[in-house]
Each structure stands twice: as structure tokens, then as C-alpha cells.
């Protein structure tokens, strides 16, 4: 029987820590405010209710920093709110990641097709994850312990990450030498230097930064390694590098094993 095709599916969310600033269906809001002008309109096309409209907006603008919307007095057509020039580049940035992500994630469904034969799939698999970091690789080797196993995986010609899990993880999961499997990383476990540092033996890469985005709290960097492969780190606004970091800057970063969560094709 020839294997069904793959269709991977993730949603696109950025947050500030915990919270969250915003995803597809709030852009949707501030794309159709920014087209009307109406926010009771522009809530009923996103699929809000009039006071959960306003209250993402709210949190939006507190999480964002300053305000997104701006209301004007009616006169005979009614009054108008529309986007701050923020709220409006909070939609274009949005935007622009949205599209990276969509390239990223045709990217990783073309290599899941490729490996459909060896998964034997008869059936979909949709992946749905909050994880910001999602890489599909295969096993190069496995360094069994007692209580841990270190998992080499091969992303793109050398360019590798390792991953530990729990020996009972690893038994059931039935990781072998050249199974396929997607590895996950949330922002908030990416380090990130400015200044050289030590190296370590696993888990570290050079990248460029491409683009940030300042939180209140919380700034979210995206940094392109080799072969366009990007990794995303989120850290506080409260330490000394931050301010310093443009787009365009080389920088260091790492990541503990250990925050390296897999999985394989059910």
C-alpha cells in the first residue's frame, strides 16, 4: 500500500515569558482593524466577542509595551479606531516571522514525506507544538548509560544536536542508529552571548542575529545558523546584553541536552 502523505502542521505563537503577545487569530484582529477601522466589526470577523477583542488588546499592549490602538470621536459616520504606527509594526513583524515560519515548516514537511516510506505511514500526522524550536533530524549515534542516554542527531550534513533522555525514554521510543525524529526546544532554554566563550562540547553554535522582538519583559531573538536553519532564544530584558544586541550581530548560544525534548512518528 503507498504511504499517505505527511501534512505537518504547527501554530506560529510569540510570547513574552509565559504570556502571550500574540498569534494567528489575534493578527487577525489587528489586520481586520486596521482594514476597517471598526473594532465591534473587526471582532466579530476575527471571532472575538466585542470584550474578548478588547481585553487581547490590552494584554497585547502591556506585553508589547505601549499602546496599539487609537480611537477617534465619530461625527457622522461614527467614530474609528485604528492601529497605532506600534500596533502596526507589531502586525508587520508578526507578519514577517509568519512567513519564516511557513517557509520552515514546508520545509520540514518535505523532508517527512521523504521519510514516509521508512515510517510506513498509513495515516496523517498533524503536530501541533508551542515548542519555538522544532528541527527534524536523524539519529548518528547513541551513548547508552544507566540512567541516561546522549542521542546524536544529524539536522544537515554537520551540523548536529544532542539530546538526553531517560534510558526507559529511549527503550520506549525504540531509538536506533538512523531513525527519524523531530526534536523540540523551547525559546526560553537557548542561551545567548554576545562576547566569545567557552566552548562546549555539545550544543553550541555561532549564528547571526535576524531579527528582534523587545517585550516588555522579555526580548525574542532569532538567529540563522548554517543552511538557513534558525533557532529562536528568548531572554530577560533585565540582563546587561540585551540593550547591546542588534540585528546583524554574530553571536554565541547553547543549550543544555537535557532541554532537548524527541519524538518520533506514531
Given at each position: 500500500m503507498r504511504p499517505a502523505k505527511f501534512n505537518l502542521d504547527a501554530e506560529l505563537t510569540v510570547r513574552v515569558g509565559?504570556?502571550?503577545l500574540a498569534n494567528s487569530k489575534r493578527?487577525?484582529?489587528?489586520?481586520?482593524?486596521?482594514?476597517?477601522?471598526?473594532?465591534?466589526?473587526?471582532?466579530?470577523?476575527?471571532?472575538?466577542?466585542?470584550?474578548?477583542?478588547w481585553d487581547s488588546i490590552q494584554q497585547m499592549s502591556e506585553l508589547s509595551g505601549g499602546t496599539l490602538l487609537e480611537r477617534h470621536a465619530g461625527g457622522k459616520g461614527g467614530g474609528r479606531t485604528k492601529l497605532t504606527e506600534r500596533g502596526k509594526q507589531l502586525l508587520k513583524n508578526f507578519s514577517l516571522i509568519q512567513t519564516e515560519h511557513q517557509r520552515f515548516i514546508a520545509r520540514l514537511d518535505k523532508l517527512a514525506n521523504g521519510l514516509s516510506a521508512d515510517y510506513a505511514a498509513l495515516?496523517?500526522?498533524?503536530?501541533?507544538?508551542?515548542?519555538?524550536?522544532?528541527?527534524?533530524?536523524?539519529?548518528?549515534?547513541?551513548?547508552?548509560?544507566?540512567?541516561?542516554?546522549?542521542?546524536?542527531?544529524?539536522?544537515?550534513e554537520d551540523l548536529h544536536l544532542t539530546a538526553s533522555?531517560?534510558?526507559?525514554s529511549s527503550r520506549e521510543l525504540q531509538l536506533e542508529i538512523g531513525a527519524k525524529?523531530?526534536?523540540?526546544?523551547?525559546a526560553s532554554m537557548v542561551h545567548v552571548a554576545t562576547e566569545d566563550c567557552e566552548e562546549s562540547s555539545v550544543n553550541y553554535?555561532?549564528?547571526?542575529?535576524?531579527?528582534?522582538?523587545?517585550?516588555?519583559?522579555?526580548?525574542?531573538?532569532?538567529?540563522s545558523l548554517e543552511e538557513g536553519i534558525e533557532i529562536v532564544a528568548t531572554i530577560p530584558n533585565t540582563t546587561k546584553q540585551t540593550k547591546s544586541i542588534q540585528a546583524g550581530d554574530e553571536l554565541s548560544l547553547w543549550f543544555d541536552p537535557s532541554n532537548v525534548i524527541l519524538g518520533i512518528a506514531a
Open positions: 509565559d504570556e502571550l493578527i487577525a484582529l489587528l489586520r481586520q482593524i486596521d482594514q476597517i477601522e471598526n473594532l465591534t466589526k473587526a471582532a466579530k470577523l476575527a471571532g472575538y466577542s466585542y470584550k474578548g477583542a495515516a496523517e500526522i498533524p503536530m501541533k507544538t508551542s515548542a519555538r524550536n522544532q528541527f527534524a533530524g536523524v539519529i548518528a549515534s547513541i551513548n547508552q548509560g544507566p540512567v541516561h542516554d546522549e542521542i546524536d542527531i544529524r539536522l544537515h533522555i531517560t534510558h526507559e525524529v523531530f526534536a523540540l526546544i523551547k553554535f555561532s549564528g547571526i542575529a535576524k531579527k528582534i522582538i523587545t517585550g516588555k519583559n522579555y526580548s525574542e531573538i532569532v538567529l
